[in-house]
């Protein structure tokens, strides 16, 4: 069955860096556009950013941009979010997510499968 995995959040300092990755499996990945999402305890789920399925047209959440980048390996079905310089408001945990098609999107409503999720903490 479709499955997407999410690994490499963890506790870092504010300035450090951390790679999440999303393993997928279960369904064509070269066809689908992968984003990066992330919820705050007592906020909603905003998008950070997302990679089309070609690799082509990354954008970014004006919070994260020029600190993430989004990247993606079709032959090892593996979307990475490389994030650096992070702030205690990047806390959070953080989901993959895809979606059929080219088109790309930080809307959560425009994907249909999701991540169990990795839990970003940012603190000295």
């Known amino acids: 069955q479709l499955q997407l995995v999410e690994s490499g959040g963890g506790l870092v300092q504010p300035g450090g860096s951390l790679r999440l990755s999303c393993v997928a499996s279960?369904?064509?990945?070269?066809?689908?556009?992968i984003g990066w999402f992330r919820q705050a305890p007592g906020k909603e789920r905003e998008g950070v950013s997302c990679?089309?399925?070609?690799?082509?047209?990354?954008i970014y959440a004006d919070s994260v941009k020029v600190r993430f980048t989004i990247s993606r390996n079709n032959a090892k079905t593996t979307t990475y979010l490389e994030m650096n310089s992070l702030k205690p408001e990047d806390t959070a945990v953080y989901y993959c997510?895809?979606?059929?098609?080219?088109?790309?999107?930080?809307?959560?409503?425009?994907?249909?499968?999701w991540g169990q999720g990795t839990q970003v903490t940012v603190s000295s």
């Open positions: 279960g369904f064509p990945f070269d066809y689908y556009t």
């Open positions: 997510a895809a979606t059929r098609g080219g088109s790309s999107s930080l809307d959560p409503f425009d994907y249909a499968y």
């Open positions: 990679i089309s399925d070609d690799g082509g047209s990354p």
